[in-house]
């Protein structure tokens, strides 16, 4: 039986798959796994029970990532469990940017006591018109999952699809449209496109990619959208490129004093994932990789231990060691297995940085002075016998 603390409401979508070997707790303490949303975690003692932390969601910086690695808690994400209502959101943006929807709604609300409204809009109506997005190029930064979608949404769309991404992965690459013609400098996305579209991670090398020099390559009357984090724009750059009529405008979803309300900005309040559907991708998504590690010891979308998958276990015995990423831990390992006369019949080793995981399929049972001396090596964080 394995014991589950929520510490944000987690849609039903997700708990529904716990099955009968879980019972919630509301006690912290007594979780083996918790789920989480955007609580904050880094000021909470981590109880030597829990193994495991879900985060319903991409972003982990409310969760202190390298505590829990070295109190062998192995902390998940649901990684593009919301990239389709991003990119609902992007399409939005490049509606509204294109005509001027939001100002001829305002003018429908302004004269709705009117009661020649249905002759006065034909005049009122040219100073809404705009352009189609049909036919028109769209860069796209990042062909990640929400990258992804987009550009293959666009090619559907009519658009002519520019991406860039030097560190496309395969999986996205075997995803993309055929009709997105990539290019290998993100030069070219900033001269040839009317739309471009940031869907990169924060990280030191992207933060304002989207400057003052990238925006004097632009075309005049791009429009710029910002659906993955405000700073990777410099945005002051942008609201003087707007009035300075060399951007037509600037839709992002992370309004700030600088952007709010400015001319030429359309702004929405971090929209992206807020859908029904997104939501429950990702406690569906969480539930699964949670269970799939307490259950079988495998571990899916990790941010804080490498990923690793020895699927179900048919030998007698499973162990999983978390551990530090040290020079002859596995020699170790085995030694310790060999002088207690047991086989090991499979076993993985992988690490990512400063941590490792060792998973190990065994022809007898473990006994409890194995288990001791494993977790008396150097680096050893936890021991888990899994089966
Ligand atoms: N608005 C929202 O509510 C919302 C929701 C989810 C994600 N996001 C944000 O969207 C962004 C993308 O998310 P994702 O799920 O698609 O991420 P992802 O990790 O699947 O994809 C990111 C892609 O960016 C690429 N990349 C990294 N550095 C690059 C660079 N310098 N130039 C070009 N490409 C580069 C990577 O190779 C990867 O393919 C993230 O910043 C994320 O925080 C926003």
């Given at each position: ?20 070997n ?12 918790i ?38 808690v ?152 910002n ?79 490498p990923?690793c ?5 048919h ?38 940085g ?34």
């Amino acid at each position: 039986m394995f014991t589950y603390n929520c510490l944000n409401p987690i849609s039903n979508v997700g708990l529904d798959l716990f099955n009968t070997n879980y019972k919630a707790t509301d006690d912290v303490n007594d979780a083996d796994a918790i789920l989480v949303r955007s609580a904050k975690m880094h000021d909470m003692e981590l109880s030597d029970k829990l193994l495991a932390v879900a985060r319903a969601g991409a972003g982990v910086n409310n969760i202190p990532l390298d505590k829990c690695a070295e109190q062998g808690v192995v902390v998940f994400n649901t990684p593009g469990a919301n990239a389709n209502g991003v990119k609902e959101m992007v399409f939005a943006g490049m509606l509204l940017a294109s005509r001027d929807i939001i100002g001829g709604n305002i003018w429908c609300d302004e004269n709705k006591d009117d009661p020649e409204i249905a002759k006065s809009m034909e005049k009122a109506k040219k100073n809404f018109a705009g352009t189609e997005i049909s036919g028109k190029k769209l860069g796209i930064i990042g062909l990640g999952a929400i990258g992804v979608l987009v550009a293959n949404a666009a090619v559907h769309m009519g658009m002519e699809v520019y991406g860039y991404d030097p560190y496309i992965s395969v999986n996205a690459a075997w995803n993309l449209s055929r009709s997105v013609k990539h290019v290998t400098s993100v030069e070219d996305i900033y001269t040839n496109c009317d739309f471009i579209t940031v869907h990169v991670p924060l990280l030191d090398s992207t933060k304002e990619m989207i400057n003052r020099d990238a925006i004097e390559k632009m075309k005049k009357g791009v429009i710029i959208l910002n659906f993955a984090r405000d700073l990777l724009v410099d945005e002051k750059a942008v609201v003087d490129a707007i009035a300075a009529g060399k951007v037509r405008k600037y839709v992002t979803d992370f309004p700030n004093p600088t952007t709010a309300g400015a001319e030429g900005v359309i702004a929405t309040p971090h929209l992206g994932a807020s859908t029904e559907e997104a939501e429950d991708n990702c406690a569906r998504m969480a539930v699964e990789e949670l269970r799939d590690f307490l259950e079988n010891g495998n571990i899916r979308h990790s941010v804080n231990y490498p990923d690793c998958d020895m699927g179900v276990c048919h030998t007698v015995s499973r162990v999983g060691v978390l551990h530090q990423n040290l020079k002859g831990t596995i020699a170790r390992f085995t030694t310790i297995t060999g002088d207690a006369n047991i086989n090991v019949s499979d076993m993985t080793n992988k690490s990512r940085g400063e941590y490792a995981y060792t998973l190990m399929d065994l022809d007898s049972e473990v006994p409890e002075e194995v288990v001791a001396k494993l977790a008396a090596c150097e680096g050893v964080y936890r021991v888990r016998v899994i089966k």
